[in-house]
């Protein structure tokens, strides 16, 4: 098999030039080829030598800064090497970044066609492959909108389904697919997985060990701009997940580089280990059982009175495990000027085989709405496999009794079943990032959800009854948007409902809810310059008690029954 | 040592004349992205191309009025027309200087993400100013011949001087586009240089104006031609639009100056495009 890429020797040196140098002097010297001006230099690659054959899937890991991107961008041929060869066996497309390519003023069509002729493709090629893109991203109704409206999730599928279309030789991929949900990331990888089987080659780039070990034939880890190792995916993670654990503050700086953080900034988190509660030493690896113990620096700019400090714990995929506060254990606490630190004690870990990352925040217990500081992902800690027969994403604490004695009495029910469970009474927040544009009800949504809403129920699909008052919240990316809520009235009684909706304190409509079905009821947002949360309030005056009506034992006051609620 | 110079000089060639047939592989591309500067330029405004049209309409609607009626300066026979025919060639190089010089800081996110030849960004906002150009001097020929305005055999060299009209712009677009990523104070002293151009043309008065002495054994007039191309082309096409007159002789500085320009202009951008992606 030939190779599709060869990269030989490799180097690339980055200059960071200080802003004094940017003179007309300086311009001058350069233009006539004497590089005197001063700046600091770093080798982001310092030798790389890489072979991937064709039809490999090959998975870079590395920390952030290691250089994985910059090899990724030197074979899109975006940035050229300062020395070395790279040889590339056919035409290279690189998903680089969201709406890389993609001009915000020209409709989704339009870019389809714009990017196709990146690469080389003709007109008439592309429109043969124009349905089936638009079919792919699902965006038949948004294909003429300019794509400055389209939400990160749209470009997002746009931008893949014009990726895979152009049948590139070779495919990059860069983090890309971390932006939609799970459903079309699980679509995504179905593509790739084509792709694969087509013979094309991929090179694939990821924090996440564990999705490139599921996707990849061979793994390189990139380490300070060399190839530290490289080889079949188990091994390589392995070694790349102990040494991560070796040290760290790798993990925490990849996450302090990758994600926005958010927060007012009077108290700052400055540091985070976890260390092992016997021997003290930093560990960031478990084993289900085990526990662990948190500690956190703060900074603080004053004297601040109340303070909470908390976190949360994710899955890799992003599912919240757990979220625990000083505010509902030991309570706020008042802040010195200056360095504070907290402990925490973890444990027992009730936590399946995976890798967890761990957000960190402060924040004013009068108001967590309004952070001092959010640090998400601010570490990762990986779980591994105690036992053989232990299955699943948690341990459940399990006592087994077998008795043989009374066989003969049948199971019986003792006092009445306990069927409905409360409704979340509680306020949201802090929030550990921004709430999605949709949320679609019992699945992942109670991270959103404030106070007002009965447990999801299965009505095929999901729906949650609200309260006569209901708080959640959504997020609205920039520019224009609508609000859909997708919901229906009781089924019984009165013919209509009406609903009060409440956006951030301010009323902007009072809907009726006719049906028996669920409709959409569209209300149109204002503009926002920036992706904004939402505070949703919803509100219905004469909620139905079913058992009122005499149909049902249900006391419970219904308001909506919310298949979804997402912004536009 | 001079076998080394002639090494060089062939390899640069050897470069050059393969960064011809890369480009000529992306024609697609480069019409596209013309297609898309047209689109952008006038989306969202609701007379789009009719801002072509009506921006020169409405400069010489108060030059016309400020010199030929306010300030009474020699009058000027048919003075719209002699404005219009010097003024719609001068948007033309306004226009597509400013937003060649622009086109590559305003796609950093496409220069960071996806190869192609970087002249293809200049080029096109060139092109795309020059279709524009096209069509808004066609329209204004049009509107024009009802008003003496006659159709002659000099205006055959009217795509000649076009041609080289684009050829200087794109020389000087090239090397501003290339200057402007690594320095970002070349937009300011641009827009200063541009209006101090305008004036320092023949475009809203005739060149007669200027007082004719002699500085240096040449006289000024003279020098205005050899100094400032943009003064030879206006006045080439104001010739073959009002009178018919054939181009004047300093054209031939102004071809020499052109091609020289887009030679150093296409060089210095070659050189410089390489860390494009890293400086922005």
């Not at chain 1, 679509?187 to 564990?210: M, N, W």
């Not at chain 1, 008690?545 to 005499?550: E, K, R, Y």
């Not at chain 2, 013309?34 to 006038?42: F, I, P, S, T």
Request: hydrophobic residues 45%; glycine residues 8%.
């Amino acid at each position: 098999m030939s190779n599709a890429i060869v990269l030989e020797q490799v180097r690339k040196r980055f200059s960071i030039r200080h802003e004094s140098s940017r003179t007309w002097q300086g311009m001058a010297l350069a233009l006539l080829g004497r590089r005197q001006i001063e700046h600091e230099e770093f080798w982001a690659l310092a030798r790389v030598d890489l072979t991937v054959k064709q039809g490999e899937t090959v998975g870079i890991i590395g920390p952030n800064g290691s250089g994985k991107t910059t090899i990724l961008k030197m074979l899109a041929g975006t940035i050229s090497p300062t020395s070395g060869k790279i040889k590339l066996g056919g035409k290279v497309f690189g998903l680089l970044e969201l709406g890389a390519g993609m001009h915000p003023d020209l409709t989704g069509r339009e870019n389809v066609f714009l990017n196709g002729s990146f690469l080389g493709i003709g007109r008439a090629e592309m429109r043969r492959r124009y349905k089936g893109i638009v079919e792919f991203a699902e965006l038949e109704r948004f294909i003429d909108t300019p794509v400055r409206h389209y939400s990160s999730g749209m470009f997002m599928r746009l931008g893949f389904a014009i990726a895979i279309s152009l049948d590139p030789d070779i495919l990059l991929i860069d983090e890309v697919l971390a932006v939609g949900d799970a459903r079309f990331t699980a679509k995504c990888y179905d593509a790739l997985a084509e792709i694969k089987q087509r013979g094309k080659t991929i090179v694939f780039v990821s924090h996440d060990p564990i999705q490139v070990r599921r996707f990849c034939d061979r793994v390189v880890w990139i380490d300070a701009g060399k190839v530290r190792a490289e080889g079949n995916p188990r091994d390589v993670i392995q070694d790349y997940l102990a040494h991560m654990r070796g040290s760290g503050h790798v993990a925490s700086q990849v996450a302090r580089n990758e994600v926005t953080e958010l927060g007012t900034g009077e108290v700052q988190i400055r540091a985070a280990i976890a260390r092992d509660v016997e021997t003290g030493s930093e560990r960031y690896a478990y084993l289900p059982g085990n526990s662990s113990r948190l500690e956190l620096e703060l900074d603080s700019s004053g004297y601040v009175e109340d303070v909470v400090v908390g976190f949360a714990v994710r899955r890799s995929d992003g599912l919240l495990i757990h979220e625990t506060s000083t505010a509902t254990t030991i309570g706020p606490t008042d802040l010195q000027p200056g360095r504070t630190r907290v402990e925490c004690e973890l444990g027992p870990l009730p936590l399946g085989p995976g890798s967890y990352k761990v957000s960190l925040g402060v924040w004013p217990s009068a108001d967590r709405m309004r952070p001092f500081h959010i640090w998400p992902n601010a570490m990762n800690f990986f779980v591994g496999k105690a036992a053989a027969g232990l299955r699943g994403v948690t341990v459940i604490p399990a006592r087994w009794r077998v008795s043989t004695a009374a066989v003969e009495d049948e199971l019986q029910v003792a006092g009445d079943p306990i069927v409905q469970p409360d409704m979340i009474t509680e306020a949201a927040g802090p929030f550990w990032t921004l709430p999605p544009e949709e949320l679609i009800m019992g699945l992942r949504d109670d991270e959103w959800l404030g106070e007002g809403w009965f447990p999801a129920e299965d009505w095929p699909p999901h729906i949650r009854w609200t309260a006569p008052r209901a708080v959640a919240y959504v997020r609205q990316d920039v520019g224009q948007g609508a609000l859909v809520l997708s919901a229906c009235r009781p089924l019984h009684g009165r013919g209509t409902t009406r609903a009060s909706v409440t956006v951030n304190g301010r009323h902007i409509a009072t809907v009726p809810v006719h049906g028996m079905d669920f409709e959409d009821i569209v209300i149109p947002l204002d503009p926002v310059i920036s992706p904004e949360t939402h505070e949703l309030v919803i509100e219905v005056e004469d909620p139905l008690v079913p058992a009122d009506i005499g149909l049902d034992t249900d006391t419970r006051p219904l308001g909506l029954a919310v298949r979804s609620i997402r912004v536009e | 040592m001079a076998a080394n110079a002639v090494k060089g000089r062939a390899n640069d060639a050897r470069r050059f004349l393969g960064s011809v047939r890369e480009l000529s592989g992306y024609s697609d591309l480069l019409r596209n992205l013309v297609v898309r500067d047209l689109k952008v330029r006038y989306r969202g405004s609701v007379l789009g191309f009719g801002w072509s049209l009506l921006n020169p309409l409405l400069m010489m609607a108060v030059f016309t009025l400020v010199f030929q009626v306010l300030a009474k300066t020699d009058p000027i026979e048919r003075y719209p027309f002699f404005l219009l025919a010097a003024l719609v060639p001068w948007l033309f190089t306004q226009q597509a200087l400013t937003s060649a010089m622009r086109s590559i800081t305003s796609n950093a996110q496409l220069i960071k993400k996806v190869y192609f030849p970087r002249e293809l960004l200049p080029l096109s906002a060139i092109l795309a100013s020059f279709v524009n150009f096209l069509l808004a001097y066609g329209v204004f020929w049009l509107v024009a011949i009802p008003f003496g305005v006659g159709v002659t055999g000099a205006m055959l060299f009217l795509p000649a001087i076009m041609l080289l009209h684009l050829v200087f712009v794109l020389g000087l677009g090239l090397l501003l586009a290339a200057v402007n990523v690594y320095f970002r104070d070349t937009e300011h002293i641009v827009e200063v240089g541009l209006l101090a151009w305008f004036f320092l043309t023949p475009i809203f008065y005739a060149m007669s104006i200027v007082p004719n002495s002699t500085v240096l054994g040449l006289d000024v007039h003279r020098w205005v031609f050899i100094l400032n191309p943009m003064a030879t082309l206006v006045t080439d096409y104001r010739y073959a639009f009002m009178w018919g007159f054939l181009p004047i002789r300093h054209t031939l500085i102004t071809i020499v100056a052109a091609v020289v320009l887009l030679g150093l202009g296409w060089s210095i951008f070659r050189r410089l495009s390489n860390r494009f992606a890293e400086e922005l």
